[in-house]
């Protein structure tokens, strides 16, 4: 089983501010992994696929970034609706298909 | 647009079954470029997948959930269910059905359900 380690668990960031999230796998998964963002109550909601490619109506300040065991999530300037928890997920070996332990980005 | 809604009994007595169904409308549950999930959430804790079926009812299971875990597909409803039996407290989460691809690299999520909260009581 691929184990997918997020790190950090919490950021705090202000408004406007450049963020940066980590995903490593433990073992190649290629480019197959996604991005999700979960708000509080809400289903997670797909933002990158194939490391690097935005889901449709995903706004430009989302980018993903990586291959193989080490990815990076890029908010280019953080805005209040995306404060929220954010979990990769690996589709490359499978099953299991594993999600990482999730990363929140809060209110500095 | 495609839409997955979650139904089923939000309560159920530790060491019964939980039973849910997964209604898929806007598309077609019969499409073989798709596969079918359920994920669940612990309160305040992250995603854990359950199980994946296709249309054929070809299925996969978490290996930590296996011998307790039961996916079915009824096409001719577009509807796939999920069954957990010996339930106990660790069971109660927010559980999510989605949609992921069936394509070798191409298997994110890309529709969920709104998720449906099952408490476990004893």
């Known amino acids: 089983e691929i184990v997918t380690t997020q790190s950090p668990a919490t950021l705090s960031v202000s408004p406007g501010e450049r963020v940066t999230l980590s995903c490593r796998a433990s073992q190649s998964v290629s480019s197959d992994l996604a991005w999700y963002q979960q708000k509080p109550g809400q289903a997670p909601r797909l933002l990158i696929y194939g490391a690097s490619t935005r889901a449709t109506g995903i706004p430009a300040r989302f980018s993903g970034s990586g291959s193989g065991t080490e990815f990076t999530l890029t908010i280019s300037s953080l805005q209040s609706e995306d404060f929220a928890v954010y979990y990769c997920?690996?589709?490359?070996?499978?099953?299991?298909?594993?999600f990482g332990q999730g990363t929140k980005v809060e209110i500095k | 647009q495609l839409q997955l809604q979650e139904s089923g009994p939000g309560l159920v007595k530790s060491s019964e079954t939980l039973s849910l169904t997964c209604t898929v409308s806007?598309?077609?549950?019969?499409?073989?470029?798709?596969?079918w999930g359920w994920i669940r959430q612990p309160p305040g804790k992250g995603l854990e997948w359950i199980g994946t079926?296709?249309?054929?009812?070809?299925?996969y299971y978490n290996p930590s959930l296996r011998s307790r875990v039961t996916i079915s597909v009824d096409t001719s409803r577009n509807q796939f269910s999920l069954k957990l039996g010996s339930v106990t407290a660790a069971d109660t989460a927010v559980y999510y059905c989605?949609?992921?691809?069936?394509?070798?690299?191409?298997?994110?999520?890309?529709?969920w359900g709104q998720g449906t909260l099952v408490t476990v009581s004893s």
């Open positions: 997920q690996q589709y490359n070996n499978w099953p299991p298909w594993t």
């Open positions: 989605a949609r992921h691809g069936s394509i070798v690299g191409a298997q994110h999520y890309d529709y």
């Open positions: 079926i296709y249309y054929s009812g070809t299925t």
């Open positions: 806007g598309g077609s549950i019969s499409s073989s470029r798709y596969y």
